[in-house]
């Protein structure tokens, strides 16, 4: 579903942010990418997802590269930034029936997709107001939504549960799973590591844009937690 | 207090023009756009500098020296006025900061002095590039005493208080009423409007009085110019006998004025600052919207309608824009209302109206296109058309169009009065049809170009990308440079037939036009 191939990314001033990572996703996965505050996490996602350039390598979404078809590529994925930051002068029904257009959902199908997913997230007595009377939480919700109503093959997330209520995060989970069996596959970074653990079937740690342990989690852990393993790692690296 | 209050001004204006960031980015494609735009400030400054050396220099030719410090001092109190509008609620009442900075150990005093002295600090930077070639030119020309200059300098200090004061208290009082209206951006955009339209019609009745001069006022018409001016602006006045005739008297009035309206609107604004702040920045939630039916769009039509929204959100955008187009309305209104001969006699140029209008509406439909910074607005936001599946066309398309639906109708009623007020051949009435619009399309599309090379998607205020941005003087710039030639032409080339130049001009914009919109078109949408 998602092919990361030699990827690498160094910014104007020298700083090489990512360098030559391989990762694949596939269907059905729920993977988690995680690494310490500026590992490279946030540039590889927004390289997948068409925000940033890259010097080396290829994405490759569904077979399709990025580069050759991006637009086919970004029909393909949703994507739902850590800070979600949305067209504040638009209400919330508003920016959901943008979001839709632009996917060509007919007219059925986007007010049953909107009103299960805004029940499901308790977002529909605010759908009428501005986007910008929203509390974090309620833009990182109404994005999913947004994200969700053209049922992509790939969701990719940075950070999604970051100022969700429990119950909206449980909610999200519950989606992350009904996708998968579907076939979809989900891609998405995290500071919270049991989060990682009890979510995921495969995870990736990055560190200093470099891949350093990716793969099946019981594989990876083999009766670990996943934070030791994690620092194990990351201290192996240091140490060599 | 007083450190405090240096070390948060300076901070404030570390940045100003983006000055940190040149100092402290690597990037060197940020460096050279930088770098590129300093360029381009500096260019409109020495524009500036030059058209007031030109003016004054006329004023001279025409016996009317004196009338050059108190014209300039009005002329920059009128800049500094529409400018400031929205810098009150965007810079004073700014809220996400002065949150940070309260929690911090300094006094609120502090806090709020320092943003109005940052605000006074680009102003009177305004007003010294202003005043500072005039009086050179009057000083050169006239060899006035040493108290002439001291006391311009002393006025030029003092000068940006009482528009300031003025500005922030109009602009918080529109701004705190269009927040409680439920269209508030618009309602605020339209009550400044109204007072813009207000301050030139206003304007108009005083300069109108000129028609009833009398021989014996013509000849004393430096004097008359000034009893026009002391009529709308009074300081102006006192300025002027302050630096003509040593009148330390006026001076002190002028200082003394200026400082105390200044110190009651800080005393006022510091005691009611986070009640305004509340009131500004209120909004309001119903929390109580039951699912609708909806309704489906093309992926153009949906791009339209959400940048309409964008455009009718912000009030300092529309009123910068509209400004320009409620222009292009009034030229022609002047013309039914004041007669065409009339208006010959008083631009000097006998028979050349009919010729020049097209290109003159052209020029102020032009001037100030949405799209000039409709990429930059996106701002925070631009991560969804970088993600979303939209191909740049489709987006760069929505903004036209935008701007288009804006420009329209007062497109059609600027060529409606026109053509009563002029009763024009059917070939001039063709070049009135589509001059306008082929400099409105021209704009539309050039703004784009501009913004693609100058984006700034990081911003706190929209007020700089509106008013103040590389991108919006740029194409502010190239607009006027590009009407110039066929204005030049008329006037000079008497022999070459003006419908030969209309035709000529009709051909390169549509050419140029059809460059610019391929050309914009092939990029792919904007990376960070």
Redesign the interface.
Known sequence: MLSIKNLTKTYKGGKTAVSHLNLEVEAGDIYGFIGHNGAGKTTTIKAVVGIIDFEEGDVHIDGISIKDDPLLCKSKLAYIPDNPDLYEYLTGIQYLNFMADIFHISKADREERIKNHCEAFELTSSLGDLISSYSHGMKQKLAIIGALIHKPDLLILDEPFVGLDPKAALTLKNIMHEMCDEGKAIFFSTHVLDVAEKLCNKVAIIKNGQLIASGNINELTKGESLESVFMEVVSNVETN | MLKQIKQLTTLQLCNLFGLNEIRH??????KERYTLMTLVWLLLIAMLVFYIAILSNAFISLGMAEIIPIYLYTITCLVILMFSFFKASGVIFQMNSFEILVSLPLSKSAIIVSRFLTMYSTNLLLSFLVMIPGTIIYGLSVHPGLLFYIFSFIGTLFLPLLPMTLSTAIGTVITAIGSRMKHK?LASGGMIILFAIAVIIANTIVSNQSSMLTPDMLKNIAATVTSQIGALYPPAIWFGNAVLHSDILALFALVSLSAAVFILMAVIIQKYFLTICTALNA?????????Q???????L??LW??EL??YF??SVYISNTIIGYLMMVLVPVALLVAGIDKMELMFQCPGMIEKILPLILGIIAGIMPSTSCSISME???W??A??????SKTLYDSKILTHLSVVFPFYLVALILSWIALKPSLLSTLWLILIPGVYILFSSVAGITINLLFPVLVWENETRIVKQSASTMVTMLIDFIICLPPIAAVFLLKNIPVDLIMGITLIVLALLTGILYTSNNRK??L??
């Open positions: 980015t690597r990037d060197k494609g940020k951006s909004t309001s939630t119903k929390n109580n919207y039951k699912l039916s909806l309704s489906a769009a093309s992926l039509k949906a309608q959400k929204k964008r959100a912000s701002g925070k936001n991560w969804l970088q993600t979303l599946p939209i191909k792919p949408i990376r960070t």
